[in-house]
Every structure is written in C-alpha cells, then in structure tokens.
C-alpha cells in the first residue's frame, strides 16, 4: 500500500543569485537564501502592517534627532544657497509617494530659479536613465549647488519629509510624476513603499547607474525590505555621504 506525497507547499527556498547587473551594492549583501512565491509576491520578515509600524518608528526615533543635530548646518547651508543666486532658499516639487499618492517635496534649491522649466531644452544632452533625466555639468546647477549635490547637503530638508510620514529613511527615490506616467507594470512595484531620503540605488552608485541597475536594485529592495536592511543601507549611506561616487 502506498502512501500519497504530501501537497507541496506553495513557497520554496532558493538560492539567491543576483546577476552583475543586479548586484546588491558594498554595504548591502543579500541573504544566501530568499523566499519566494509562485506569483512573486514580496517576501516579507513579518506581516507588512508590524513591519510597517516597526519602520515608521526606527524613521522617527532616527530623524528627529538628526533633525535637531543639524539646525546648524542647514543655518549655514541657507545662508549659502541665498547669497550664490536670486530665489528662495528652499524648493519644493510634487513627488509620487506610497501606492502613487502625490506628496511635496522639500530640499535646497540648487538650480537657478527658471532650471526645472528649462529641462525640455536640454533633453538631448541628458545621460541616457529610462524616465531620468540625468545631466554631467548641467548648467542649470549653481556653484553652491553642486556641493550641495556632491554631499547629499540639498536633502536633509526632507528629514521633515521623514517626519511627516511622506517619506522613509530609507527605500526609493520619490519619482516626478511624468516619471511614473511611464512606467510599466514592473517598475510600478517601486510604490509599494514609502520613498527614501537613501537607499540602495543612491549607495550603488547613484546617477552612475542605468535606469535598468537602479530599479533592479530598489525593486530588491521592495521584495526584501526589513529592518535590518535598513540599518545596512544607512550605513553605506554614510560611506558614500562622505565619498561620494556619480553625484552631480
């Protein structure tokens, strides 16, 4: 008499093999093994609504603080974007957060008042990235600017972003939403989670990378989000902060 094999379980242990173009960056190693589902949905530590509280809390705990600490430098770095060009100091643009709602971003202006408008007209000197728009020496960029861009200095506004809960320490850029009006299916799973103020494109490289190396590793990002990937992408993000590869 035989006996019947027990039904196989829909999710199954693999190896993980990132290829070289999707590689994980220095800093951020993937486990050896992930799960995964038939239909590939994200594997998650824990259900998504713990994860979520759990990461909302690590963002508050974290940036509120960094917040405080760096009043300082956002006096100075004010008083430097106000003195290099006529404008306000501050810039704020809409941005595409979780599950495509829209949000305002806030950060240091580094461009001359009319540089967003004028991006059609530099459109065929861009890096080629997909739906970016990625410029070497873009003209529009003051002097202050690119400094400020080099070291990450333009984005510590939006640690008030972070606060807000418009966006998380760590995860994707926040998109334009001419940017998302392109996107397929597939790059669409980079709004299942809140935005970033790092994460692992900006730690793998940055402007440096393709469209396609970015979003393969901020879509790793998305199946695999814990905690303590968090932690590993925040400090890379200080490695780079402080050694800075392909800003500008």
Known sequence: MTTAAPPRSRRAVVPARPSASTAVPRGVHPSPVRVTDRDDEPSWPCSPAAHGRSKRALDVVLALPALVVAVPVLVVVAALVRASSPGPVLFRQERVGLDGQPFTLVKFRTMVVDGPPAQGALVNDRVD????????????????????????????????????????????????????????????????????????????????????????????????????????????????????????
């Open 129 to 248: 990235g997909g739906p970016l728009f990625k410029m070497h020496d873009d003209p529009r960029v003051t002097q202050i600017g690119r400094v400020l861009r080099r070291y990450s200095l333009d984005e510590l506004p939006q640690l008030w972003n972070v606060l807000r809960g418009d966006m998380s320490l760590v995860g994707p850029r926040p998109a334009l939403p001419c940017e998302v009006a392109t996107y397929d299916e597939h790059a669409r799973r980079r709004l299942e989670v809140k935005p970033g103020l790092s994460g692992p494109w900006q730690v793998g490289g940055r402007s440096d990378l393709s469209w396609s190396d970015g979003l393969a590793l901020d879509l790793d990002y998305v199946r695999r989000a814990s905690l303590a990937y968090d932690v590993r992408v925040l400090l890379a993000t200080v490695r780079v902060v402080v050694r800075p590869v392909g800003a500008y």
